[in-house]
């Protein structure tokens, strides 16, 4: 395709500007990351790279948040999206105020739900645990919009009714209906909707930060008080981690992932 | 419609008594979900909402709504958190919208474009913490800018390091994260503009100008007042970025809200942080009504799935 010159100058302006204005901080960061710190140092060091595995605190941080997604998850699979269907099947009465309860949290936005949880995080902490998973909770009600979204494109794309029908007749009970026949048709959205979890979960801080739960991005932030190099190599490792994971996943699905943020 | 599909599996000895109560039987299926919900998402929202009318022993008064509407402190927060959000979620708009516009015009599915996807729903996600580390390694003191501004143009504001903790470093810190989200949120609708308008356009002589001005700008309007919007709402909640940045807590709603709910100091104040919460809540509100208001325009004529 022949582009007028006009046409390809301006493109390339503007990809040249809001590119710089992206990408000079990313460089930055590998940049002030291979600085030379301590006095022994010459020149560039790879140093802050390579003392991020014994950093306290950061390994049992990454894998409690990764846990913490994992519960997210499982509360997705197993509360979440059952739950649709059920209201979808059976409770038509019951799906513009799901619809509700789900978009619920786009106008709440996070420093105000911990200003309301506080009290609970309180009790729970007391009275039950310390440990930062019990997050999975709040976390989960936070992607509930996220969720519903791909959750409720891809049950409208099947025709679930003769789905469900079809696999009544013959002798599937409600559960086998739910997790066997219908969950597997939205596979997509589902998936989708877990990706969206792991991102959530990994990059919370205002929530953790005020409760005081130590997760992956709290401790970032107590190394970079103490240790810029550092904090900022384990940010630039945690993106490049993030886009290489994108890159992998097939177009079309990320795509449809993605795009889900426009909302209501 | 389609209910009626599932009543036709319905029992064939269909006694009115026995439908009656699996209709009711079957609300119980939301139970779980439920008692998760109304615990973590119904009842702080509830607590909020009341808290807002009431003082700090539990009782029912407007004393702190009225006290906060008039305090100095936070309308001055308050106006600058709307500010800033105004400012980057119109900066991040069209700095956003124009990317798309590039990105559409080049290959897409192409390496570039799928790079540039990728990387904007990485970064759309990426305020808070690394954020800021990202911009004081650039204009943060010994940062990579700042240096060299300091070595060729040490009478620029560059140099100083100072202005990235003030309400312009902030707004150009947001705009980062809100181009990126403007460009996901935005990329469907172009690629939706259909290529024949600009046939019929070029076919009765328009000129690419007037393309624009009479129907490409004219068309996109709503969906980029939209977009806007949920960039707004966007900035206007952030809190991470400013946390990690500054410490001064009274410059924006969000930081006013911590402080009140953690103060270390013996100044916590949990009713005048749900009272501040109260109001965010009602500029949120209002912007996303605004903004569904919006997307059922554009709705007619974008193919939406």
Redesign the interface.
Known sequence: MK?PW??RL???T??S??GA??L??????F???TKPFGFADKGRTFRAWQIIPSQPDLMSAIVRSLLTAGIVMA?ILF??VP?AI??H????A?RRP?EL?CL?????????????????YRWISIHLTESPISLA??Y??LI?PYTYRSLS?ALD?VDI??L??AA??LGANTSRVIFGIIMPTIKTGIVNGSFIAI??VL?E??IS??LNYKTF?VV??QI?RTN?NV??AV?LA??LF??VL??AIP?KK??SA??D???? | M??L??K??GSANGRTGSRYWRGKT??L??L??LL??G??????????AS?AFQDNYGKFSTQVLKEVFNSDIARKAFTNSLEISAKTALAGAI??A??A??LV??KT?GYFY??S??????????????LT??????FGFN???ANIAVKYAPDTFLADASWLYGKFGISVLY??FQ???MV??F??TLENLKPQWREASDALGGK?YEYWLRIGIPILTPSFAGAAL?LF?NS??A??TA??LINLSDFLT?LQ??TA??SETGGAN?AE??VL?FY??IV??IA?TL??LL?RRVSKWEDR?
């Not at chain 2, 580390?133 to 650039?138: D, E, M, Q, S, W």
């Open positions: 582009q006009k046409v301006w493109r390339w503007i990809i500007f809001v204005y992206l000079v901080p990313l460089y930055a960061m940049d002030f990351s509360l509360l979440i739950t059920w209201v099947l059976k409770l038509p019951l799901f309860l619920l949290p786009l106008a709440i936005p996070a420093i105000v739900i911990v200003v309301g949880i506080a009290p609970l909770g709040v989960s009600m509930l494109a794309a009714h003769t469900a029908e009544r007749t991102a959530l990059g801080y205002t930060n005020i991005q970032i932030a970079g810029g904090a900022v940010s945690s993106i993030v886009l994108l890159l177009t990320r795509r993605v795009l943020v426009d909302l209501v | 389609t209910q599909q599932y036709g599996t079957a609300y299926g939301v779980p979900f998760v919900s615990l973590f998402l119904l009842y702080p929202t509830w607590n909020v808290g700095l956003g124009l990317f516009w590039a015009n080049g599915g799928r790079v996807v990728a990387l904007s729903s990485v970064l759309a996600q990426f305020g808070g913490v690394m580390f990202a911009f004081l390694a650039t940062g990579l800018i705009t980062f181009i990126p989200l996901l949120v990329l469907p690419a949920l709402v206007f909640s809190y991470a946390a990690t969000p809200i911590a709910l953690t949990p942080a749900k919460s965010m809540v949120v509100v996303m903004y569904s997307r799935r």
